[in-house]
């Protein structure tokens, strides 16, 4: 299994970013999707999540109405679009599955929101 995140970067606060994860490996329309995030000195949280069948999502609260986590299928590609970033947003952001009750991770691409 690989998961790999791109599209992160340095951006201005009330800026975007749209943050891609392409997945390999395993049956990727048949497994949610997750987003999460570790800023310094902190732990690793949910930030969104996709499930496979439907696309029903959910958002951590600090995200809400400003994040949208979507998926091509065809493309085993996971998204997240984020609007309006803040300060608070700077992290390390990452790809997760859990294919078969394993755990996979990928190596995280940086998100840096500041002027």
């Known amino acids: 299994v690989q998961l790999v995140e791109s599209g992160g970067g340095l951006v201005q606060p009330g800026g975007s970013l749209r943050l891609s994860c392409v997945a390999s490996?395993?049956?990727?329309?048949?497994?949610?999707m997750s987003w999460y995030r570790q800023a310094p000195g902190k732990e690793r949280d949910l930030v969104a999540r996709?499930?496979?069948?439907?696309?029903?999502?959910n958002y951590a609260d600090s995200v809400k109405g400003r994040f949208t986590i979507s998926r091509d299928n065809a493309k085993n590609t996971v998204y997240l679009q984020m609007n309006s970033l803040k300060p608070e947003d700077t992290a390390v952001y990452y790809c997760?599955?859990?294919?078969?009750?394993?755990?996979?991770w990928g190596k995280g691409t940086l998100v840096t929101v500041s002027s």
């Open positions: 996709i499930r496979s069948a439907g696309g029903t999502t």
């Open positions: 490996g395993f049956t990727f329309s048949s497994y949610a």
């Open positions: 997760n599955a859990v294919p078969w009750g394993m755990i996979y």
